[in-house]
């Protein structure tokens, strides 16, 4: 799941200083707004991630020995 998001981020970061490099200002824009959309799914995945973690007593258990 976080894969795609997060490679989403790298992609439009890029693509938004490429953009910026050539003076090309609504393509860096929409860049930064894609990177981020996806910099948002990658936060949402990470606190669904944290929340399935947190409430699993398997995984508490194991984090205090």
């Known amino acids: 799941h976080l ?3 997060h490679a989403k981020v790298h992609q439009c970061g890029r693509a938004a200083l490429e953009h910026l490099s ?3 200002f609504e393509k860096a824009r929409n860049a930064l707004i894609g990177m981020e959309e996806a910099s948002r799914q990658v936060n949402d995945l990470l606190g669904q991630m944290a929340n ?3 409430s699993n007593p398997t995984n ?5 020995k």
């Open 3 to 5: 894969d795609g998001p």
């Open 22 to 24: 050539k003076k090309q």
């Open 52 to 54: 399935e973690i947190g």
């Open 60 to 64: 508490n258990n194991e984090n205090k």
